[in-house]
């Protein structure tokens, strides 16, 4: 059977809806990195396969949804590539030198992240208290990567409070983190400065400390069922309390784009 191959130009525009920014170059780029592998006609021009076309979808997905650096991004397309019988040193993905030492904890704290990031996109109607988003720990450089935000802006949100560096780790960035920083880069990039977005750190301990009032007595009995009531209580509050917020919010801003 005849597999149907494609020039650059051919995959360029089957691309090219979903990912604006893909070029010849970046597929040039792609190549040279070693995360895809095209075969070449006797005078030396690429051609794609079909499984190419969606080796770079993957790619692209996963630096535009996920901002996984490419080392991430090889590791992963290796481990596909050895589950899948074939050879990661030898079946393009990993061609050449073998993964960097690390490149296994990235891929594990990648798709760890990965995890915050779909979960998050879920929705909200997972328990706020019932696990902690992720055990993940990132660096400066990992966490701008993971997020699409640069240093200054990560410094700022720092600053502000809105991210949070932990104490005597070396990894200073969490899961909480990634989900406060990603829902920060869509208002920044909406107009909003980091000092616009410190008053939703304020909203919320305000809000922590009238909750306080009516959960304090239940975690001071320090038994189990006791804690257990607390979150229950806690969850109950969030929830009524972001339904609340949201009604407001969408009669006030009715009331303010018709004018009254």
């Known amino acids: 059977m005849t597999t149907t191959a494609f020039t650059i130009g051919e995959v360029l525009n089957q691309l090219k809806h979903d990912f604006e920014d893909i ?3 970046k597929i040039r780029f792609l190549e040279s990195e070693g995360l895809i592998y095209p075969d070449r006609t006797e005078s030396g021009y690429r ?19 996920h ?24 079946n393009g993905a ?7 030492d690390g490149a296994a904890s990235d891929g594990r704290r990648a ?20 696990a902690p988003p992720s055990a993940i720990a990132l660096s400066l450089r990992e966490f701008c990567e993971a997020t699409g935000l640069d240093v200054a802006e990560v410094r700022a949100l720092k600053e502000f409070g809105i991210v949070g560096e932990r104490e005597g780790e070396p990894l200073a960035f969490d899961g909480d983190d990634v989900l406060a920083a990603r829902a920060a880069r869509e208002l920044l ?3 909003l400065e980091p000092r616009h977005l410190r008053m939703y750190r304020q909203f919320v301990e305000r809000e922590l400390a009238l909750f306080e009032q009516l959960t304090t007595p239940l975690l001071r009995q320090r038994n189990p069922e006791a804690r257990r009531q ?23 801003l009715r009331a303010y784009v018709h004018g009254g």
Do not use: C, N, W
Request: hydrophobic residues 40%.
């Open 23 to 25: 070029s010849i170059s």
């Open 47 to 65: 051609k794609f396969t079909g499984d190419d076309v969606d080796r770079l979808r993957f790619i692209l997905t996963a630096q535009r949804d």
């Open 67 to 90: 901002y996984l650096p490419l080392k991430v991004i090889r590791e992963q397309l290796d481990r596909v590539d050895v589950e899948a019988g074939g050879d990661a040193g030898s």
């Open 94 to 100: 990993g061609r050449g030198a073998p993964p960097a």
């Open 111 to 130: 798709a760890e992240l990965v995890q915050v990031l779909e979960s998050a996109a879920g929705g909200g109607d997972e328990s706020l208290l019932a």
């Open 189 to 191: 990039r909406l107009g």
């Open 230 to 252: 607390a979150t229950r209580q806690l969850e109950k509050l969030s929830s009524a309390t972001g339904r609340m917020k949201r009604a407001l919010l969408a009669r006030t």
